[in-house]
């Protein structure tokens, strides 16, 4: 299978066009759309959970509602996708709390499990 390399323009700093096509029954993505491509999800290499930084925000509890301090979850998914006959590796992120999807191109290598 060939791999097709994505290039960015490193002077660029416009965001790329992304979005979730397709979501599995489970959930999780199944197909999505980068700078126009639409992609299938051919495996999910990786995943994984994230969490912002809340407990920098203790130091400042006095001051703050306890209610102001909160856990933020977003959730990745590293997945090899492409169109029929060429594969890249993405980094999928949904953020919880902005209910938001992000989608990057990846050099993350397949995790042995």
């Not at 979501?23 to 995943?47: D, M, R």
């Not at 509602?65 to 090899?80: A, F, I």
């Amino acid at each position: 299978m060939f791999e097709r390399k994505l290039t960015t323009t490193p002077t660029s700093n416009t965001p790329a066009q992304s979005s979730i096509s397709l979501f599995s029954q489970s959930g999780e993505p199944a197909e999505f759309i980068y700078n126009g491509v639409h992609f299938h999800i051919n495996e999910k290499l990786s995943t994984w959970l994230e969490t912002n930084d809340w407990w920098k925000k203790l130091d400042q509890l006095d001051q703050l509602d306890q209610g102001e301090v909160c856990e933020s979850v977003s959730k990745y998914w590293l997945v090899e996708a492409g169109p029929i006959g060429a594969l890249s590796t993405f980094e999928i992120t949904f953020n919880e709390e902005s209910n938001t999807w992000r989608i990057t191109p990846s050099s993350r290598v397949k995790l042995n499990e």
